[in-house]
Structure formats: structure tokens, C-alpha cells
């Protein structure tokens, strides 16, 4: 029972272009939103997060959209570049959805960037 | 100077051994975390521990057993290994639940059980 998904396994974007990359709940109750990103043999690393109250959030390049009424966020990267190459997770959490408040991930995907 | 580390990055054990994998926060952060990454590359939280107190299991077989010492610490042990245990097992931390301003995770250990 998959609570936050990421439909797309991998996204390919040409360096200095926009990659933008989606994710999907389904638990209404979650209210904080999240994106790791994670280099291979390294622990995913924290990104940039978005509350419920709100429907942006941008730090530098980063720039995160929450739709509440679709259940629906992405991540945009703007520009591309080579070194942002990593799998990208969303995560939800919610005081009474998923796990007691604890993070519920998504399946990842893989953003490779080319020069 | 690493903030969550995790022991060892790699283990290879054989079915029915005993093994633990240790972790340690410097960030005085109060709550820790092991999350299961499987084959199909979901990471699922196994346990949380707050203020040394667990507060969640999720329906994790009870061959798993989280042990905290203090609250820097939480070490999994995993008792009769079994194939279907081999995974990437992180170990994170955060200051309050709910994940409030992110998790920091460890490195990962990969375990493979033959």
C-alpha cells in the first residue's frame, strides 16, 4: 500500500534545462512534505521541504509545488546541472497519517543530467 | 566529522547467524531511525526511538531488535538471519518527529545474507 508514490522511475534532462520531477499521496492527513536526494553508497540527504499551509516553497535553484486538492508535488530544478545526477525521494509526513508522524518515502527517481 | 555513522557499510553473512549493525548520532538530536531499503528500493521505517523510549515498530518480525544505550546510539540486532533480510538498512536522526526539517541520515549498511 504505496501512501506516496513516484511514478517515474527515471528522468533524463539536458544540462541548463528544467527537470522536474513529481510525486503523488494518497493519506490526506499528511501535512509536511519532503524531498531527499541520494548519491550511490550515501544516505539520502535532506533538500528542501514544504508545509501544508503552503503551496511553494524555492531555495536557489530548488523549487517545490504542493497541490493539495490533487495530492500532488514536484520538485523543479532550474538549471540543471551535471553534479544534481542522483535519485530524488519524496517524503510525507502527517501527525496522525503514516507511521505515527514518522517520514513515508517514495520509490525514488533516478534524475540523470547530461552535459 | 560525520553527523549520523553507521557500522559496518558492508556485511556478508550466512542463514540462521546473529549480526548487529550499530549507529550513532552527533547531533544531539532526540528522536533515531532505521528505515529498510529492499530490492524494489522502498525505504520502510522499521523503528523509531525517542528519548530512549521506542515508540514505533512497523510490523517488523521480532528477529529485529532495535537497542538504544543512550540517545545518541541505537544499534539493530538482527537474530537468525534469513535471505529475504539482505537490504541497505539506514540509520537516521531528527530533533522532533514528524520530520520536521528533514532527517540526517547515515551512510547505509548493506547487508547480504547467504
Known amino acids: 500500500d504505496q501512501q506516496v508514490k513516484q511514478n517515474s522511475p527515471s528522468l533524463s534532462v539536458q544540462e541548463g534545462r528544467i527537470s522536474i520531477l513529481n510525486c503523488d499521496y494518497t493519506n490526506s492527513m499528511f501535512d509536511y512534505f519532503l524531498w531527499y536526494k541520494k548519491y550511490p553508497a550515501e544516505g539520502p540527504t535532506f533538500l528542501i521541504s514544504?508545509?501544508?499551509?503552503?503551496d511553494k516553497n524555492e531555495d536557489g535553484r530548488f523549487t517545490v509545488f504542493l497541490n493539495k486538492s490533487a495530492k500532488h508535488l514536484s520538485l523543479h530544478i532550474v538549471p540543471s546541472q551535471p553534479g544534481d545526477s542522483a535519485v530524488y525521494f519524496c517524503?510525507?509526513?502527517?501527525?496522525?497519517?503514516?507511521?505515527?508522524?514518522?517520514?513515508?518515502f517514495g520509490k525514488g527517481t533516478k534524475l540523470s543530467v547530461k552535459p | 566529522d560525520t553527523a549520523v555513522s553507521q557500522t559496518p557499510k558492508y556485511l556478508v553473512t550466512q542463514m540462521g547467524n546473529d549480526k548487529s549493525i550499530k549507529c550513532e548520532q552527533n547531533l544531539g538530536h532526540d528522536t533515531m531511525y532505521w528505515y529498510k531499503q529492499d530490492s524494489k528500493k522502498f525505504l520502510k521505517i522499521m523503528f523509531s526511538?525517542?528519548?530512549?523510549?521506542?515508540?514505533i515498530n512497523e510490523t517488523v518480525p521480532n528477529r529485529f531488535s532495535p537497542k538504544s544505550p543512550d540517545k545518541a546510539h541505537l544499534n539493530l540486532h538482527i537474530n537468525s538471519l534469513e535471505l529475504g533480510d539482505s537490504a541497505v538498512y539506514f540509520c537516521?536522526?531528527?530533533?522532533?518527529?514528524?520530520?520536521?526539517?528533514?532527517?540526517?541520515f547515515g551512510s547505509g549498511t548493506r547487508l547480504t545474507v547467504v
Open positions: 526511538y525517542n528519548n530512549k523510549e521506542l515508540i
Open positions: 537516521a536522526s531528527s530533533q522532533l518527529r514528524q520530520g520536521k526539517g528533514g532527517y540526517t
Open positions: 517524503a510525507a509526513s502527517g501527525r496522525y497519517g503514516g507511521s505515527q508522524g514518522n517520514l513515508i
Open positions: 514544504i508545509s501544508s499551509i503552503k
